[in-house]
């Protein structure tokens, strides 16, 4: 598999976050000799909230967190996250084997069940052999390492062309609070899965209201503003664990929350960075729309337009098909007060054609590995950015025949 | 330029419709020596009607199209259609070759400008050479002749690999009524144009209102039920002149409304069949929703999906992308009532794959050339068809660079 010509240089240097220790193995979900299963142990007294697909086929496990997310902060918590099944719509077989490896690591780590959560992630629709997993359990346990976040980051991967992770850094009345989190996956986009997965960890002191709090809104801005291929998945998770080690309470902290934002970003454009078949990044800055979210809802159409996703592959800066997206967005728009540009090119505006457009110039910056598509509708205030990638053969040649 | 593989044999048998001539000629509006241009002339007392794209971003043609529909029913009408520039995004110099258009149309044709209607199919936001369409209509005026559909089917194609053409006669009271329509395009799926354009006759004697009410309903059961790629032009046009030649008053019998019902569902179909790059034809059947409404948004969720049209591309009976799709339409579902099947092969009922289920059985239908999708929900009363094709590497071949 090569890598995205998208990747970061590296993978990069994540703090260990007191209170959370990890481990990673190859359980033989689906593939035999392949790292598939990660668990992470968190302190006695962590918060743990999360974020989750709305998808109304979504995941037993999916459905688990759900019910669990909220409950009793009290005692250590584990999450179990398996790749090459993801249990989804699999029925109450599912929801059985869900059951089954939440109560056998409770066992193992010697934890309330509710404060177990699992995700899978692979193939849909097939049998869950949970008890491959339930059977690395202990070795899992005997190898917890607060060191080991980079190997989870490697154990999630299925198609995933390099591992995800981000970590920021804040100084609280001379404290230092530290967060570190791991993504896989690109909306259904990946052959063998059907999953983003993330998990950050803090050793911030943080409540469950206030986490959630968070989280919610700022999916919104990050996870919820990527799109590869359109496609939401039935396994979508996103959870964070806070120990509270570092003994910083960052309740109302507005650096702790912009520092989590970023973090939350960076592995949301990561995500899409591995956009199966991407060879260019794109960030779509919408702007004059009558409210943020008919702004989001015109980045989002411009976003997944196959027209547009495939000029952007032939490095063509093709503005119809934008006009286009953004007259089936369903948004409020004005045909006669649009104006785009690419990056700082103006190519139309007021509802015509730029008159100094330069095909050379805008043909010159299109050839880049990342573009800027800004796209004012001139009738309002709202705002929104999203992120995509381009739609290329390789996407239709991962896709066409995965599970074979 | 390959003909489809989803094309129909030839081009059918059109009858002549009393009170309609039609003719075409190249015009050069984008590329020298290709017929781009048809004019069709109704006689004294048509009826006309049509529907027009939702877009916001809809082009000068559409707009004056929409704001001319249902004006008086005098005198004879034109209609004017040309490919090469869609006249889409051109702001105030836009609607002025309209207007120039219309004028010089009804000046040579001796009509109202109000009874003249155009369409434009091709390239968006390029500045529209109307004079070139203006030079030629003395010229098609002479060449008018009730026989000419075939051509005029011809002249609106861009890339279209064949022209799309539908008939029905009935018979009422002893009199034969009869229908024709001939359309082009499929979405925004054709390279140099970003149109689906559809234009039906009839010598059939009906109001405007009626005609009316028959088109937009049927509209929303047949060419609002397809889609190749998502991509909703700024241009869609399905216009319908009935003449009253054959002297047969049809409002209200049922009969004529099946007929045009059928000639506008084949339209649709043979507009699917000229997908670009499509190899299958794929009808999916949606039953059991709360609502029709809700059903057919499952059924374009899973038609849209490229994850779904991916694998039919690469005939793999992947059920887990349809749940999916199904699962991020936004319907109610409920996953443990959900039943899908390819044909007449049940691959997972009630959440669950189905316990009969036979991968050989399955991958054999797979491979023909026409699939069924059939989705139940399980849950209410709720049905609706939809049609699309696959998704393929002819597809970005087409759209990855088609400006320059």
């Known amino acids: 598999m090569t890598v995205s010509p998208l990747a970061p240089a590296s993978f990069p240097s994540l703090p260990e976050i007191g ?27 962590s918060t743990v909230a999360g974020t989750f697909t709305r998808s109304s086929t979504r995941s037993a496990a999916v459905l688990d967190c759900q019910a669990k997310n909220g409950g009793p902060a009290k005692g250590r918590a584990a999450i179990v996250v398996n790749s090459g099944n993801s249990n989804a719509f699999t029925g109450k077989a599912g929801a059985a084997s869900v059951a089954a490896i939440c109560e056998a690591t409770a066992k193992v780590l010697d934890i309330d069940p509710a404060r177990v959560f699992t995700s899978s992630t692979g193939v849909i629709g097939e049998p869950m052999p949970h008890d491959r997993i339930i059977a690395k359990l202990p070795d899992l ?30 100084n609280v009345g001379g404290k230092t609070v530290r967060i570190a989190g791991i993504a896989k996956g690109s909306g259904m986009i990946a052959p063998d899965m059907a ?55 960052v309740e109302g902290n507005a650096d702790f929350a912009a520092a989590l934002e970023g973090v939350m970003l960076d592995l949301a454009l990561q995500v899409v960075r591995d956009g199966e078949g991407a060879t260019k990044f794109v960030e779509i800055q919408v702007t004059g729309a009558k409210s943020d979210a008919d702004a989001k809802r015109v980045g989002l159409s411009v976003a997944n ?15 119809g098909r934008i006009v286009a997206a953004v007259g089936k967005s369903g948004a409020e728009a004005d045909r006669d007060r649009l104006s785009i540009r ?63």
Chains 1, 2 share one sequence.
């Open 195 to 249: 999953t983003m997965l993330v998990y950050i960890f803090t050793d911030a002191k943080i409540g469950h209201t206030a986490l959630q709090g968070l989280l919610s809104a700022m999916t919104d801005r990050t996870f919820n503003c990527i799109t590869v291929d359109s496609d939401t998945s039935t396994s979508d998770t996103l959870i964070m664990g806070a120990t509270g080690a570092s003994g910083v309470d």
């Open 305 to 319: 337009s196959p027209l547009v996703k495939t000029a952007i592959a032939g490095q063509d800066a093709n503005w």
């Open 342 to 404: 690419f990056g700082d090119i103006t190519v139309a505006r007021d509802g015509f054609r730029d008159p100094d457009y330069s095909e050379d110039e805008t043909s010159a910056y299109m050839k880049r590995q990342e573009l800027v598509i800004g796209i004012d509708l001139g009738i309002g205030g709202g705002t929104s950015t999203v992120w995509t990638c381009d739609l290329t053969h390789r996407y239709i040649d991962i896709n066409a025949d995965y599970r074979s």
């Open 19 to 45: 209170g959370v220790r990890f481990a990673a193995m190859a359980a033989g979900v689906r593939y035999a000799s392949r790292t598939d299963v990660m668990l992470a142990e968190l302190a006695e007294g």
């Open 141 to 170: 346990r005997h190898a917890l390492d607060g060191t080991a976040i980079a190997a989870a980051a490697r154990a999630i991967m299925t198609t995933d062309t390099f591992p995800k992770g981000s970590a920021a850094e804040i």
